[in-house]
């Protein structure tokens, strides 16, 4: 197999855990705010979709972001994503709809669909800066793939916090 066939499939592979988490989620298990410092499963998600735009948008395309050139914030209903330079708190007062964010996550991986399919190994070895340091862009992909991997399983531990089952297998 060769590594563009290997990232497509490990992208997809982690977003269908993503799915099977929010697979028969209601707007209310969605929005629960837990206790303690983690965060609701609407800000898990939309720090996912906004990590991805990010990873695929700005740091390998150079491109600002989705968010910002298509309106997410004003159609999801908060002002900025969830992420390392903050965002968090705005979860503990709001409340938002899973669909505008679903259709964020549409856009999103769409995009994200093209710039896979275009992979090259030039691309892959390409040298991109990512969190202070300087690394090849098949690692912002593999880091992408982690990251929605590892937010999943949070997603479906704040669901067991409800006592719902987080993932169906």
Known sequence: MDVKTYIKQ????AWRQVEAVMKDTTEEQ???LPSGTINPISAILIHLL??????????LQGKPRGWETQGWG???GIQTPPGPSGGWEEFKTVRIQAAPMLAYGQAIHAATDAYLDALTPEELDR????AGRVVPAAEVLMILVVHIASHAGEMAAVKGMQGIKGLPF
């Open 127 to 130: 040298q991109v800066t990512f």
């Open 30 to 32: 969605f929005n629960w």
């Open 50 to 59: 906004a990590g991805e735009d990010f990873f695929i948008q700005t740091i």
């Open 10 to 13: 490990q992208t997809a592979n």
């Open 74 to 76: 004003a159609k999801i």
